[in-house]
């Protein structure tokens, strides 16, 4: 199983950013996928999962308003779209999948992007 994130970068606050994931070696279409961060000195966090339908999702109450999960099953990939993004926001994103629909031990984990706000 591969997970290859990318879209991370730097922007200034207020900004906005697109992250994918594309997937490979697994049933995408039957996972639930997350998203999840990393800040320097903090424990990783979740940001967002979306149901394999796309037709339930989950965010975290820091990111809720301001972050949106979406996939699209044909082409293996699953998005998060960053608006009104603020310095607190920066982190490794890492996105990962999960064969249930928990916030919790998901099962397969990609590597991470870099995403950095500056004031």
């Known amino acids: 199983v591969q997970l290859q994130a990318s879209g991370g970068g730097l922007v200034q606050a207020g900004g906005s950013l697109r992250l994918s994931c594309t997937a490979s070696g697994l049933t995408f279409s039957t996972i639930t996928m997350g998203w999840f961060r990393q800040a320097p000195g903090k424990e990783r966090e979740f940001v967002a999962q979306i149901v394999w339908s796309g037709g339930l999702t989950d965010y975290a109450d820091s990111v809720k308003g301001r972050f949106t999960i979406s996939r699209d099953n044909a082409k293996n990939t699953v998005y998060l779209q960053m608006n009104s993004l603020k310095p607190e926001d920066t982190a490794t994103y890492y996105c990962?999948?999960?064969?249930?629909?928990?916030?919790?031990?998901?099962?397969?984990w990609g590597q991470g992007t870099q995403v950095t706000v500056s004031s």
């Open positions: 990962a999948g999960n064969r249930i629909y928990s916030r919790r031990d998901y099962d397969y």
